[in-house]
């Protein structure tokens, strides 16, 4: 088996896990339970959400490295993997758009429909406006699909950056990010500006593109003991990362992305070995 394919199949089940993080995040009715226990697991349900994270930080690793496999080997150009990206997102980006618009009698009523949000949401774009009226519009989970599209484009140009200059532009989104937080930049919701903003959020997909960069140059392969043990210890960290948020942390700013992102990057660098009990468990 090629070292591409361990690397897909090691993380692809724990994008299934992260997806439905995610989903279980939205179980808002069980915090609304008058039975303890279920308000209790609804409390660290909630921060379900923070699987975007993860889905961020290994889609900077994994585009970083099929792009660079695929362009050493010549199957395609950098204008082909614009056009691929493209033709993965925005035909069921439009089909789901179009499923909102008629089941939830958008079309029945289309005087009234918001002309200008449907524009920016049909070409992606809706991610990019701080108001929630245009990033949540119709389809609202779309918002991170306009993400991934800001992603790629910028990939196009930060494959071009050394890795050096690549660090200084991540802790330059990230100093920004937290300098925010202390003195606000923007008049904007937090909301927005720490979860939504694409501006904000490429950090965690520089971090994929940095971590896979480090993984192509210092191409290790360690035992298995060890790759068990970062296995064990990322997940750990990720549950103390959750118990933390849930009962000692109540920054919601800090909490929408920037508190989980050690622990997702060190889950992505751990299975990306695929050589642990655990990675070959899943598979």
């Not at 069980?30 to 930080?57: A, C, D, K």
């Not at 930049?185 to 971590?211: C, K, M, Q, S």
């Amino acid at each position: 088996m090629s070292k591409k394919t361990n690397i897909i199949h090691s993380l692809t089940s724990l994008r299934m896990l992260a997806a439905l993080g995610v989903f279980v995040s939205h179980l808002g009715i069980l915090s609304l339970s008058s039975i303890p226990q279920f308000h209790e697991v609804s409390r660290y349900f909630f921060n379900g959400y923070v699987g975007v994270t993860f889905f961020y930080i290994l889609s900077g690793f994994i585009i970083n490295y099929s792009f660079n496999k695929n362009i050493a080997s010549g199957e395609f150009s950098k204008k082909d993997f614009i056009v691929h990206r493209l033709a993965r997102l925005f035909p069921v980006h439009l089909v789901s758009l179009l499923c909102v618009l008629f089941l939830f009698g958008y079309t029945a009523n289309f005087e009234a429909v918001n002309k200008e949000a449907l524009v920016y949401n049909s070409l992606l774009l809706h991610a990019f406006i701080p108001d929630v009226k245009y990033y949540f519009s119709f389809n609202p989970v779309s918002w991170s699909i306009s993400c991934e599209m800001f992603f790629y484009a910028c990939f196009c140009l930060l494959v071009k950056v050394k890795t050096r200059y690549l660090v200084f532009v991540l802790f330059a989104i990230l100093a920004i990010s937290i300098y925010s937080m202390i003195n606000p930049l923007f008049n904007v919701t937090p909301h927005w500006l720490f979860y939504i903003n694409p501006f904000f959020r490429i950090g965690d997909f520089i971090i994929g593109v940095i971590i896979c960069r480090v993984f192509i140059d210092n191409p290790v392969k360690p035992k298995v003991s060890v790759c068990s043990a970062m296995e064990v210890l990322s997940l750990a960290s990720l549950a103390l990362t959750i118990y933390l948020a849930t009962n000692h942390i109540s920054n919601m700013n800090v909490k929408y992305d920037l508190l989980y992102i050690p622990c997702m990057a060190f889950i992505v660098i751990a299975f990306s070995f695929n050589n642990g009990f655990i990675s070959k468990l899943l598979s």
